[in-house]
C-alpha cells in the first residue's frame, strides 16, 4: 500500500467505516489513485459526497454540505466558518514533526481540521487529526495557510522510488490540484462531540 493520507483523514470524518481501503478502491476504481495518494482536492470532495450519501446516520437530519473552496485558508470568511463549527480537509506540506512547512509541495500531505483556538491576541490556531499520529495537534491557522499556499510541484517519495502516482492535469499546483484548495464541511457533528 502506497500513501494513504488524504483517505485516512476521510476516513476518520466516518469514524472509520468506509475504512481508507475500501475508500482507495473507490479512488482506484475510479481512476483517481494507484497506490491511494490524492493530489486533486476535486476528487478527494468526489469521494466526500459519496461518503456522506452512504453515511447519512452520522448526520442525522441536518443538512450536511461540503464545498471545494479555493483560496486563503486564513480569510476572515473562513476563521467565521471555524466559529460555525464547519470542520476542513486541507493539504499542506509536514514537517518531520507534521506541523505545516514550505516544501514546495514535496511531502503533500492530508489533514482534518476539527476544531480552533484563539489567542488573546485574536491570532487563530486549528486542532488537527491526520494519519501519522493518533494525538490531536495544535497548529497555526496562518502557517497551515502558508503550507497550503506553497504546494507547487510533485516529488516523488523516496519510500516509493519506481512508483507511478497519478497527478492532476497542471500537477498539484495547478487549477485541478491542491495549492490554495481546501474542502469545507458544514453542520457535520459527530456522534461524541468534545467541547474545550
Known sequence: MGPTCGLTALSMIFEGSPSAATLLEMA???????????????????????????NRHLV???????????????DPDIKMQLRLGSIFLVPYDPDRNHTPCLDKGHKAH???????LID???????????????????????DLALSNANLVEFCQPA?????VFI?????IGGRNGLRCKFIMIE???????VVL
Open 28 to 54: 482506484i476504481d475510479k481512476g483517481y489513485s494507484n497506490k491511494g495518494e490524492m493530489f486533486s482536492a476535486i476528487q478527494l470532495n468526489e469521494l466526500l459526497s459519496i461518503g456522506l450519501a452512504d
Open 167 to 171: 497527478l492532476p492535469d497542471g500537477g
Open 110 to 116: 492530508w489533514a482534518l481540521i476539527v476544531g480552533y
Open 159 to 163: 519510500g516509493h522510488p519506481e512508483q
Open 60 to 74: 442525522e437530519f441536518r443538512e450536511v454540505t461540503n464545498t471545494l473552496v479555493g483560496g486563503n485558508l486564513d
Open 120 to 142: 488573546q491576541f485574536d491570532d487563530y490556531y486549528v486542532f488537527a487529526r491526520h494519519g501519522k499520529t493518533k494525538n490531536l495537534a495544535l497548529w497555526s491557522l496562518r
Open 187 to 193: 453542520h457535520f457533528k459527530a456522534k461524541e462531540e
